[in-house]
């Protein structure tokens, strides 16, 4: 009789997989946190909104001339702020672009590293699965044996054997 084998229990020998967005954090510096905080700012309807009443505010006030002219038309100090905001925040949005990348290489590897260890999982699975299907073979390659022995024919008891097909209860 040929002893029946089953593969070993399958082991995690593998590091924890971590949250990237934790990771992504740790590894930030002052400078980073700060060009992300800009570009979250920057990047939405409230700036925008706040920015173009200031600015609405700002022309009303030196067209119309309720106090001092501080700008007059063509608004070449409004300008100047402008282009100063825009020559720093532009650097800034496209720093926190370059985070985002750096993030996104970070979720990249961590996916892969987690399919390596679901292939690994189910390269396991389909090992202890083949290693059934071969004791299910050899079990039913015995009793068929035994039953021959016994002088019991397979064919009278469909349910013993798999290839029959099912022919219903028999009747007396």
């Known amino acids: 009789m040929r002893a029946l084998h089953f593969p070993k229990p399958f082991k995690h020998e593998h590091a924890e997989i971590r ?4 990771i992504y954090l740790e590894r930030l510096t002052f400078g ?3 060009a ?8 939405c309807w409230r700036f925008i909104i706040v920015q173009t009443l ?12 309720f106090i001092r002219h ?3 038309y063509p608004f070449i100090l409004m300008n100047l702020l402008l282009s100063l905001q825009a020559a720093y925040t532009a650097p800034m949005i496209m720093m926190s672009q370059n985070q985002q990348a750096v993030k996104d290489r970070l ?16 390269r396991a699975v389909l090992n202890h ?7 299910l ?25 798999p290839t029959a097909e099912s022919q219903g209860p028999a009747v007396d």
């Open 107 to 122: 979720e990249a590897h961590n996916d892969y590293i987690v399919n390596q260890k679901a292939e690994e999982k189910i």
């Open 32 to 34: 980073q946190r700060a």
């Open 36 to 43: 992300n905080w800009v570009a979250k700012t920057v990047g």
């Open 137 to 161: 073979a050899l079990i039913h390659k015995m009793l068929t044996e035994t039953h021959t022995k016994m002088g019991i024919n397979p064919s009278d008891y469909p349910s013993l054997n």
């Open 19 to 22: 949250n990237v967005n934790e």
């Open 129 to 135: 699965l083949t290693a059934q299907d071969e004791a």
């Open 54 to 65: 200031i600015l609405s505010v700002w022309v009303a006030l030196n067209i119309t001339a």
């Open 70 to 72: 501080w700008d007059p």
